[in-house]
């Protein structure tokens, strides 16, 4: 009985120890145009938003399919949750408890309801790892500037033959957007 109990606690830290991915810097060789003809995408992270004199931190889930986008902020244990729908005709706001929000102008209207610019409707292609098409781009050693927004990926990572962010900031002046990704999901988003 000591043998067996012995080689269990022998064997448990090796099988502890699991094989992780190395993170990948960006590098514009990594941008994969394929990227843009996504059709379903999602992710699960946490998010660090610092204005002025603020700093807002949330948990994240954002899914996207050709419908729209659908972001999900909310804090610990579920509180303060926001239900941010985006699609061709706007944007709507839900904060819960039947306050509904909607608006044709998706960028001032979450300026006015969060009190932060955000351009999401770049933001959508940004968080994939890839510039959006119709607006000018400046390459940067770790990512790219478009429409005076700096975006730069910290740390990459390997998602089903796909290089996609896992830590990366997006700013433009006082305004900082810090987003860690803790799982991607690809071509079949979980509700």
Request: aromatic share 8%; charged share 20%; with cysteine.
């Amino acid at each position: 009985m000591k043998k067996i109990l012995l080689s269990c606690v022998l064997f448990l830290p090796a099988c502890s120890i699991l094989p992780t991915t190395p993170e990948i810097s960006y590098k514009q060789t990594n941008v994969q145009s394929e990227l843009y003809n996504l059709q379903r995408w999602g992710f699960e992270g946490r998010i660090a938003v610092v204005g002025n004199n603020d700093v807002t931190h949330a948990s994240i889930n954002w899914e996207h399919s050709p419908d729209g986008d659908l972001i999900k902020l909310y804090g610990p244990l579920g509180q303060g949750a926001v239900t941010i729908q985006l699609n061709s005709t706007g944007v709507t706001i839900d904060r819960g408890g039947g306050d509904l929000k909607t608006s044709i102008n998706p960028e001032e209207f979450i300026n006015q309801e969060v009190g932060l610019f955000v351009p999401v409707k770049s933001l959508r292609y940004w968080v994939i790892g890839v510039p959006e098409k119709s607006q000018d781009v400046t390459l940067i050693e770790s990512g790219f500037e478009q429409a005076g927004w700096r975006n730069q990926y910290k740390t990459m990572q390997t998602v089903s033959n796909h290089i996609l962010p896992r830590n990366m900031t997006v700013t433009k002046d006082s305004v900082k957007l810090k987003l860690f990704i803790h799982q991607w999901m690809l071509d079949d988003i979980r509700k």
